[in-house]
């Protein structure tokens, strides 16, 4: 049965994937160059512009911050897609070969939301965008941190489940936002 966050969810992510087939289709697959270090820093920037417009309660520059939660969203799909053809040598992969793997970790993730919201009850809702854009720098700078140690983890979730969880975060700002609608 479809729950009101999981469509909510679907209609964020759907314009989050148009958005990333048009850029597509005009950029190609220019992000391919990027080492996945890259990528993390790209969503760095992004979510210290959200934290500076917060903090500083305007903005100079008219770029709406729904567009940079987007931005976190497609640019964590881009590193995990990025993990997921790490033997692929080809810079320029048609739109048509990389659907399937937005589908295949969007889908994922959105499974992992739904076990998270199961065990905590939708606690996002109550919470403040300016703290879930805090929880995002902090996955960041998580990520950046096993980047640092090659990829190796003691104990912690790997680099994949920090993308996935950024994701979530960003699309549950999103919906605060007014972006589904």
């Not at 980047?147 to 680099?159: A, F, L, P, Y």
């Not at 979530?168 to 007014?178: A, D, E, H, P, R």
Request: charge should be negative; proline fraction near 2%; charged fraction near 30%.
């Amino acid at each position: 049965m479809e729950t009101n966050t999981s469509n909510e969810y679907n209609q964020v992510i759907a314009r989050c994937k148009e958005l990333f087939r048009k850029k597509t289709l005009d950029y190609g697959t220019a992000w391919r160059i990027l080492r996945l270090s890259s990528i993390t820093d790209q969503i760095f920037i992004k979510a210290q512009r959200i934290r500076s417009i917060q903090e500083k309660g305007g903005q100079k520059v008219d770029d709406p911050i729904v567009d940079e939660f987007v931005g976190i969203v497609n640019y964590c799909l881009i590193a995990l897609i990025q993990i997921s053809l790490k033997e692929e040598s080809r810079l320029e992969i048609p739109y048509a070969e990389l659907e399937p793997l937005y589908d295949h970790w969007s889908g994922a993730t959105r499974g992992l939301l739904e076990n998270k919201n199961h065990d905590y009850g939708e606690a996002w809702r109550d919470m403040r965008v300016s703290s879930m854009t805090d929880i995002i720098l902090m996955k960041l700078f998580r990520v950046k941190q096993i980047e640092d140690n090659q990829g190796k983890t003691i104990v912690s979730e790997g680099i994949e489940a920090n993308y996935q969880d950024m994701i979530n975060y960003s699309v549950f700002c999103l919906i605060k936002l007014g972006y589904h609608e």
